[in-house]
């Protein structure tokens, strides 16, 4: 199996980009008097390459409409004639680099002559580039499969992402677009949508898509309420495969059907959430959630095998009308550090621990089909062992607790990861993860392959209730001397396997090995996130064969 990705105007925007590196942005931590008040905010929008430097740069930057300033003033949580308050405009900086369309190069202050007290502040950014289009490619036993995207991420210089999308597999083609508005007419509300149709190779239509959602975020620290409405519709032809194969079921001895079903589904959701505290986050949600499922089997299904095919590969239709809490607590602090996840960028770092917690209850008097509760904790910390080591520890657990049938769609999940930063050209990473899933419904097994982080082989390659994956990668900078560099390579080794607890023991599993080198770009002028391209080889695909994958994608697989 071979994956490539591209990305059009790469090279050339490497080129731009070398010729303009820059260093890394930093605020100024000048003495502001205590109470000083804030007389002036100045904001300076650069171009995506420095102007009247040469005549590629000016056809590149004509290319782009540079961000407003208006979008970047929304972003600050500071205005003038606001005391002067050195946690906003840190957390300013980071939302700025949360919108991924500007790097924030330097945010300073003044004192205002003769006027004591007063301090102006400058705020200077630099435009990403924001038109994409980008293709994955994918050929495997004659069939080819491709993802073909364009899109703009600041629309107008207002921060409005447009997308467009195609994306073609072994069984369908679908076309998808989406549309964000992060400040709706200036508001803090956000809206988005998405809607897709697909159809078969043959042209006939198989199902669509749609999302829509309101949102109120909590977009500082300090906010106190956050709302969101959201509704999801999704009609679709599901084929389970292995690469190209159509995985198959026995519902009878001998006999054996393929995987395939149709499956609608209905989501309406309201959340309200109300957040304590500043340093240490308290977080509050109510919401109510009404889910619609109904399931079919393919059109030329045996009529005779109906009940045996849904059992083994379908759920039953269900309606549930949820209504929940969720919290959410953490002591995040916030570090700025380099070179771990974008080569040669700042990257803010949340130092602390926290807890995810949602929830819910269905009941039948409220035109549910199951009395039940459902919940999912999530635990998390990452800690900074001196100035060289970087570790995360998660541990997440969700069930459904159902009347008359017990627990079911039980998973525990344990994952751990280590940075050790600073080590001769590079970073080595770490990874562990575990889960174990216990009474899964049908399309809740656990998977494992290049989507889940064992490169080398082809996405859901292996399936069941138990998944174990190791992996280490080797992250180095061939380019020392240069302080900003945009590109890195990688040396990785993945190990890991799936299978089901009640066909074999852990002392009869067998673990399927991977390694291989990879290529990382760090462009800040042509994409936020660092791309990534891989080249697995996989030492266990089947008796006495290797085989390969290309694989294409953004920021680290973890």
């Known amino acids: 199996m071979i994956r490539i990705g591209l990305s059009a105007c790469a090279l050339v925007v490497l080129v731009l980009n070398t010729l303009s590196a820059r260093t890394d942005p930093s605020t100024n931590l000048e003495y502001v008097p205590p109470g000083a008040v804030v007389r002036r905010i100045q904001i300076r929008v650069n171009e995506v390459f420095p102007e009247d430097k040469n005549f590629f740069f000016d056809v590149a930057n004509a290319f782009h409409v540079r961000t407003a300033e208006a979008t ?28 991924n369309i500007c790097v924030v190069e330097r945010t300073r202050t003044t004192p205002v002559p003769g006027q004591p007290g007063q301090v102006d502040v ?53 076309w998808r677009q989406h549309f964000d508005e992060p400040r709706l007419f200036g508001s803090r509300w956000r809206f988005f949508e998405r809607i897709g149709f697909y159809y078969d190779h043959d042209g006939n239509r198989v199902g669509e898509g749609i999302e829509l959602y309101l949102i109120r975020p909590l977009f500082a ?32 001895p001998g006999v054996f059907l393929p995987r395939k079903y149709f499956h609608k589904s209905y989501v309406l959701e309201n959340v309200l959430v109300r957040s304590f505290g500043y340093t240490n986050k308290f977080n509050m949600g109510l919401y109510v ?10 059109d030329g299904l045996p009529h005779e095998y109906d009940d045996e095919f849904r059992r083994l590969v379908m759920k ?110 590079g970073t080595l990473s770490l990874r562990a993860e575990t889960s174990i899933g216990e009474r899964l419904e049908n399309d809740s ?16 390659r292996f399936e069941g209730d138990r998944r174990i994956v190791f992996n280490a990668e080797y992250r180095f900078d061939p380019l020392p001397f240069i302080e900003n ?3 890195a390579f990688a040396a990785f080794y993945d190990l890991g396997a799936c299978w089901f607890n009640h066909e074999r023991s852990l002392a009869d599993v067998r673990f399927y090995p991977a390694l291989g080198l990879g290529l990382r770009l760090a462009i800040p002028s042509l994409n936020p996130a660092m791309m990534r391209f891989d080249f697995g080889f996989n030492l266990g695909n089947g008796p006495s064969t290797i085989g390969s994958i290309f694989s294409f994608g953004y920021n680290h697989a973890f």
Do not use: C
């Not at 630099?126 to 499969?145: A, M």
């Not at 959630?289 to 393919?298: A, K, L, T, W």
């Not at 097994?445 to 859901?460: E, F, H, P, Q, T």
């Open 72 to 99: 970047i003033r929304n972003e600050l949580l500071y205005a003038e004639g606001d005391v002067y308050n050195q946690d906003l405009v840190d957390e300013s900086e980071r939302n700025l680099r949360k919108l």
């Open 122 to 174: 400058h705020v200077e950014v630099r435009d990403i580039w924001s038109l994409y289009f980008n293709i994955k490619l994918e050929s495997s036993g004659g069939v080819t499969r491709y993802n073909f995207k364009w899109g703009e991420r600041n629309f107008l210089g207002r921060n409005l992402s447009l997308e467009l999308e195609l994306d073609r597999d072994t069984f369908f083609n679908r």
């Open 221 to 252: 620290r300090s906010e106190k309420w956050g709302w969101q409405t959201s509704f999801q519709y999704d009609d679709e032809y599901i084929i389970k495969n292995e690469g190209d194969r159509i995985k198959e079921v026995e519902v009878a």
């Open 289 to 298: 959630r009404n889910e619609q499922n109904r399931y079919r089997g393919y």
């Open 316 to 425: 039953d239709d269900y309606t549930r009308h949820k209504f929940g809490i969720l919290l959410d607590a953490n002591n995040h602090r916030f570090i700025r550090i380099r070179n771990l996840n974008n080569y040669g960028r700042i990257e803010d770092l949340a130092l602390g621990t926290s807890i995810r917690t949602t929830l819910s209850a269905s009941r039948t008097l409220w035109g549910s089909d199951e009395n039940g509760w459902y919940s999912t904790i999530t635990l998390s910390n990452t800690a900074m062992i001196g100035q060289n080591h970087i570790s995360m520890a998660v541990a997440s657990f969700s069930s459904d607790f159902v009347a008359g049938s017990g627990q079911r769609d039980m998973v525990t999940t344990l994952r751990y990861v280590h940075h050790i930063r600073n080590l001769p050209l």
């Open 445 to 460: 097994y656990l998977s494992l392959g290049a989507d889940k982080g064992l490169r080398g082989y082809v996405s859901n």
């Open 485 to 487: 560099p945009w590109i």
